[in-house]
Each structure stands twice: as C-alpha cells, then as structure tokens.
C-alpha cells in the first residue's frame, strides 16, 4: 500500500471563500490526500466539504503559518496552497515570508493563486510520479 500524499492548504481572509471554492471543486481529487490546513481556512474546507479529510492547525497568526513549516523542513508535506491575498496589509508578513522561504528551499510545489493549483493539483509531481526526496544543502554566503 502506498502512502498517502500531502498536502498544507492555507489562504488569507480575503481568498477563504475563493479557497474554500477550491476545495469543493477538487473534493474528489483531494479526497486522495491527506490535508493540513490553518485553523480557520481547514474549519471552512471541513464544513463545506465533510468527505475530505483535513487536519486543522493553530490559526495562521497564532503559530500555523510555522507548524506548516516544520512540515516542511520535516519532509512530511508534498506541497503546500496559499492563496495569498496582496491587495491587504499582512500582519504576519515575516511568517508568510518564511513559509514560502522553506517551500523554496525544499523544492515542494507551492501555489498562491486558484490557477497555479489547479495545475499543481493535475501534476504529475504531486502525484508523486517523480518528488525528489533529497534534503537541500544550505550554503552559507
């Protein structure tokens, strides 16, 4: 039996409902993984689509946003949907900046818009066709 692929889904308060839109209609792709999400963004994909298995975190300010990291660096997530919204003002910019820096680093497909996951999510690397699972080196210069 193979392992269930992962993936992180995060949006800000703004793209909740485009998120939210996302996942209802996906639900049966997605229904093959095993999502994490903050905790109000996984609170509204559990409502609307109760078939999908979606394990909440804190929420992003309260220390989300760096749970979904240590996944990250942990290698215990296959990708990670953000939808960033850049029209409002970001408390927490450090911590969004740091989470896209750790999905940089690893190499794990990152979406921050509906369109980039929706082809992320038809990939043949998010289905785990062809993942590197080689930890980067990290030059100090």
Same mark, same amino acid.
């Not at 919204?85 to 927490?92: A, F, G, K, V």
């Not at 930890?135 to 990290?138: A, H, L, R, V």
């Given at each position: 039996m193979t392992e269930r692929r992962t993936l992180a889904l995060i949006?800000?308060?703004a793209k909740k409902d485009e998120m939210v839109a996302f996942a209802k209609q996906h639900? *049966?792709?997605l229904a093959d993984y095993k999502l994490f999400a903050t905790g109000t963004t996984g609170g509204r994909i559990q409502d609307a689509c109760p078939?999908?298995?979606v394990e909440r975190m804190k929420s992003g300010p309260l220390g989300g946003d760096q749970q979904i990291g240590a996944m990250i660096a942990e290698r215990a997530l296959d990708g990670l949907f953000f939808f960033v919204?850049?029209? *409002?003002?970001?408390?927490?910019d450090v911590d969004v900046k740091a989470l896209m820096r750790l999905a940089l680093v690893y190499d794990i497909p990152m979406a921050l818009n509906r369109s980039t996951a929706d082809i992320i999510l038809r990939s043949a690397r998010l289905a785990g066709l062809s993942t590197s699972s080689q930890?980067?080196?990290?030059s100090s210069q």
């Open positions: 949006a800000h308060d639900e *049966s792709k078939s999908l298995d919204d850049p029209l *409002s003002p970001m408390p927490h930890t980067p080196e990290i």
